[in-house]
């Protein structure tokens, strides 16, 4: 799913927005309950870019993108905090301080 570019964000911001997972098994948003995964192609975006950093949305999205999808891309990806509501340990204020950190524009 490509957020950003689908509204021509990612162009401008040079930033794009993909899950990890195109398709699983999963119950409710049980994370834990997530099997038969397919991960999503990442080459048209790879190839066609220079991305240089990959960041994740949380530990189980970096599990799931260091299990299917960094052997495949070559680039390790960076943790950041999840922004779920299940998160409860990290307010809204501190998970926007922490993500504009990470992200910053170089």
């Given at each position: 799913r490509?957020?950003?570019?689908?509204?021509?964000?990612?162009?401008?911001?040079?930033?794009?927005?993909?899950?990890?997972?195109?398709?699983?098994?999963?119950?409710?948003?049980?994370?834990?309950?997530?099997?038969?995964?397919?991960?999503?192609?990442?080459?048209?975006?790879?190839?066609?870019?220079?991305?240089?950093?990959?960041?994740?949305?949380?530990?189980?999205?970096?599990?799931l993108?260091?299990?299917?999808?960094?052997?495949?891309?070559?680039?390790?990806?960076?943790?950041?905090?999840?922004?779920?509501?299940?998160?409860?340990?990290?307010?809204?204020?501190?998970?926007?301080?922490?993500?504009?950190?990470?992200?910053?524009?170089?």
């Amino acid at each position: 799913r490509d957020v950003l570019g689908s509204r021509g964000l990612g162009d401008v911001y040079k930033r794009q927005v993909w899950d990890v997972i195109a398709r699983c098994s999963i119950v409710g948003s049980s994370d834990t309950s997530i099997k038969d995964v397919k991960v999503n192609d990442f080459s048209r975006v790879l190839e066609n870019s220079s991305v240089k950093r990959i960041y994740v949305n949380g530990g189980k999205a970096y599990e799931l993108y260091h299990r299917y999808a960094e052997k495949i891309t070559g680039i390790e990806a960076v943790k950041l905090p999840s922004t779920s509501p299940a998160n409860a340990a990290w307010n809204l204020e501190r998970l926007c301080k922490t993500w504009k950190e990470a992200v910053k524009f170089e």
